[in-house]
């Protein structure tokens, strides 16, 4: 299993390129459907963070969910079975960092799984994909 990881936050210009693209990965356009965002801390100046799933061993999101609709996925992290949601948010509110996204239009989370999408359209070498050793 792989998972996503910032490899250096530091070299974010905000470009939101790999929002863009995980948005693009399930054919929208615009940044609504990203599983992950960059957020300005300051602008240029002080510069921005990139807040994505950080595929915790006991996600908190997971044990929030009251109708099952998070599985635990190989390596940590989960993944959402949208049939089973019903949009109470219980997950967004308990990710210690606020990496549960929320997409309005279909009152479901977006929640990351991984893919490395994104790491192919950043240009500055802020996310990659590293494997997981399984437990």
Not at 105 to 125: A, E, L, T
């Amino acid at each position: 299993m792989k998972r996503l990881v910032i490899m250096d936050a530091e070299r974010c210009v905000g470009c939101q390129l790999c929002m863009f693209a995980c948005s693009r990965r399930l054919g929208f356009a615009g940044l609504d459907k990203s599983a992950l965002h960059v957020k300005s801390v300051g602008g240029f100046e002080r510069g921005f963070t990139v807040v994505v799933c950080r595929a915790c061993m006991d996600p908190p999101c997971l044990r929030a969910c009251p109708v099952n609709a998070l599985r635990a996925r190989d390596g940590g992290g989960v993944i959402l079975d949208l049939s089973k949601c019903i949009g109470c948010r219980f997950c967004e509110r308990a990710c210690d960092i606020g990496a549960v996204f929320w997409d309005d239009s279909m009152n479901k989370p977006v929640i990351c799984v991984h893919c490395g999408y994104c790491v192919d359209y950043c240009n500055f070498r802020v996310l990659g994909v590293e494997e997981m050793i399984r437990r």
